[in-house]
């Protein structure tokens, strides 16, 4: 089996990022965490590489600014999807499509 | 030169949940194609059937222009924005979903399927205010001309959503011609055909197929029977 794929979201819409969570835990070998800040962001890439950091909704600009700069800067393995839709719709295309690309 | 895409109707992908049965033209939910992601900002367009008194429940959406058009039957939404409301053939809805929005769909009927388009377009802007709209559409009454139904504009003629894109139907009488300007060059147009068959710039089409044309100006479309048929202009770059 694949190794363990570590996804970070992070979702200013608390009810979206559980449901965007319950989704991707789902799957056999993705394992999902949310966050609401981008402190919250720092504090857990600092701890762990994420194979993907996926941007859900809600944030300000200036929030997601700096979410893609730390990401970039600082997450070199690490490839950072916007997230649209907010459900099931895109997500795993989404993923799988980051994953091809990592 | 123009460049082209060719999807035709028995190419799409398909879910079949049992109260729903859905084709998508684009990778969306349990169907994965990577060389079908989008078109430009089209990124989804699911022809849905629903059974009577069937639906979707309560569910979220975020940073999404998301289109109805109801072909068949009557599709009921709620949102926790506080819109209810029916949507008939003849008829439009938009939400955008930005920061976020709860809505439902289901079939008003308890025993007649409804079924409909629904159709998503990315944003030019991320985490704009939910909010929704519906309008007629007025086709049945312009024969074999295109109606605008969808713009940028919330001045203009149909719904609006944040994108720079305008959709168009039309009923065309067989043999009738109608030519398409694009309104911007950076567009692509994507042509999907409701009912009956329609040549694009000489490429014939049957009822669902898609057909993607960019890198030009202007399209004219021959209707080979009585038929119906959505444009579809977006931005390819977004």
Known sequence: MEKEISILVIGAHEEILTVILRLLNKMDNWNAIGVNSCEELIKQCSGKNFRVVLLGGGLS???????????????PDTTLVPHYGGG???LYAEIYSA???? | ?????????????????????????????????????NFGALRVLNDDR???????????????EIISIPLEGSLEHKDSIGNVGVIDPGEIQVM?????????????NKNVPVKFLQIWVFPNKRNVEPRYDQQIIQTAAHPNELVQILSPDKNDQGVWIHQDAWFNMGNLEKDHQVVYNFHKKES?????????????DGQKLATRDGYGIWDTSAIEITAD??????????????
């Open chain 1, 61 to 75: 600009a200036e929030q997601e600014q700096a979410v893609k700069q730390y990401v970039i800067e600082k997450c």
């Open chain 1, 88 to 90: 099931s719709g895109l």
């Open chain 1, 99 to 102: 994953l091809k690309t990592a």
């Open chain 2, 1 to 37: 030169m123009a460049q082209t895409v060719l999807h035709t109707a028995d190419s799409r992908g398909g879910a079949d949940h049992g109260w729903l049965k859905s084709y998508h033209t684009f990778s969306f939910a349990g169907y994965y194609n990577p060389e079908r992601l």
């Open chain 2, 50 to 64: 629903v059974d009577g008194g069937r639906g979707f429940g309560e569910h979220p959406h975020d940073n999404m």
């Open chain 2, 96 to 108: 955008s979903a930005g920061t976020g929005i709860y809505h439902a769909e289901y079939n008003k």
């Open chain 2, 188 to 200: 692509g147009v994507y042509v999907f055909v409701l009912e009956g068959s329609v040549s694009v």
């Open chain 2, 225 to 238: 029977t009585d038929a119906r048929i959505l444009l579809m202009e977006v931005p390819m770059e977004f």
